[in-house]
């Protein structure tokens, strides 16, 4: 069974141009699908709610696909976590939402939507001066599940 670590982050950002900037909330680590980005969200709109609940919602960020539960295409989520996944380098995204339980879902890069991103962001008037910054990770999980 592969080794799953998950490095929580106290700050991981990069910046590809000067309108677009992407920071991730930690990097996940498996010995049987390399590394990946983890973004964290936490609701408060619907912090009541289960995951089956918050499907059956018109601004769901998930959506159910085949018997899986994914990230909606259109959904901002979506696209915060293309930039995240294609900003840092990473072969995917575990998307986890944070209610009454914690679900995770795996996100791979989108291409066509990264080019979006791009040219939506080069087309920006506004331009601002960001810079990378790598702090040190402050705490490490070990899971032995993947």
């Keep these: 069974m592969p080794i799953f670590k998950l490095k929580v982050l106290a700050l991981l950002s990069t910046k590809i141009i000067s309108t677009l900037r992407a ?5 996940a680590f498996c010995d049987g699908c390399s590394h990946g980005c ?3 969200t936490c609701p408060y709109c619907v912090k009541e709610n289960e995951i089956e609940q918050i499907l059956e919602l018109k ?3 998930l959506k159910a696909v085949d018997g899986a539960i994914k990230l909606k295409r259109n959904h901002s989520y979506y696209y ?6 294609h900003a840092l380098g990473t072969k995917y995204a575990d998307f986890v939402v944070w ?3 914690i679900f995770v ?3 791979l890069p ?3 939507v990264w080019s979006e991103i791009l040219l939506k962001s080069k087309n920006n008037s506004k331009r601002h001066s960001v810079c990378a910054d790598w702090k040190v990770l402050f705490n490490v999980y070990h899971i032995k599940h993947c």
């Design 23 to 27: 920071s991730t909330d930690g990097v």
């Design 38 to 40: 983890v973004d964290i």
């Design 59 to 61: 601004s769901s960020m």
């Design 80 to 85: 915060q976590v293309q930039t995240k996944i």
């Design 99 to 101: 209610t009454q339980e």
């Design 105 to 107: 879902t795996r996100t």
């Design 110 to 112: 989108d291409s066509s």
